[in-house]
T-cell receptor, first 114, second 112 residues
């Protein structure tokens, strides 16, 4: 089983719908991240969390919200999806000790908003 | 703020060498390199923590010039398996803020 699991892997939805992408990890890491990937723009940080009580906005948080339900779970919500939120979304984790360490990514969730 | 990578894309024949550059307008304290194969998640290659540090990973190595705020990834005697998109990543910190952000990416294709 993957250490970082994202669900759903693919989702097609309509404008205005609420969508939740879920991420769970078995690596025991404190830090979790949500990134969005668009062609030619690389990976852009949406939100990050350093522990259950610490959630922070990234570069492109508008239109998104997150919830850290437990150390192992970090969910990304689109309250009212719009077409330009069509993208590939990645969850990632890293350990805390010694500063930033290697990021471990989930397999990605491809979201299409019609 | 996003680090800029060059070139944006490169096509090689097996056995040829390539260099991918990552430049930042802000100070770099560490640089990570990742490779993402088509349809897959990015995979960590290496981290460089000190200015001037160089590291190797098989025939892939990297350097970090802290003063120039640049890092370069060197792919030697490229193999078909090297194909993918390469990203540099770095921490950006400021008063009360922290971000881990990635460069714009370089698409590399190795042909037989």
């Amino acid at each position: 089983d993957a250490d970082v699991t994202q669900t759903p892997r693919n989702r097609i939805t309509k404008t205005g719908k609420r969508i939740m992408l879920e991420c769970s990890q078995t690596k025991g890491h404190d830090r979790m991240y949500w990134y969005r990937q668009d062609p030619g723009l690389g990976l852009r940080l949406i939100y990050y969390s350093f522990d259950v009580k610490d959630i922070n906005k990234g570069e492109i948080s508008d239109g998104y919200s997150v919830s850290r339900q437990a150390q192992a779970k970090f969910s990304l919500s689109l309250e009212s999806a719009i077409p330009n939120q069509t993208a590939l979304y990645f969850c990632a984790t890293s350990a805390r000790a010694g500063g930033i360490g290697e990021l471990f990514f989930g397999e990605g969730s491809r979201l299409t908003v019609l | 703020q996003q680090p800029v990578q060059s070139p944006q894309a490169v096509i090689l024949r097996e056995g040829e060498d390539a260099v991918i550059n990552c430049s930042s307008s802000k100070a770099l304290y560490s640089v990570h390199w990742y490779r993402q194969k088509h349809g897959e998640a990015p995979v960590f290659l290496m981290i460089l923590l000190k200015g001037g540090e160089q590291k190797g990973h098989d025939k892939i190595s990297a350097s970090f010039n802290e003063k120039k705020q640049q890092s370069s990834l060197y792919l030697t005697a490229s193999q078909l398996s090297y194909s993918g998109t390469y990203f540099c990543g770095t921490e950006m910190t400021g008063p009360g803020t922290y971000k881990y952000i990635f460069g714009t990416g370089t698409r590399l294709k190795v042909l037989a």
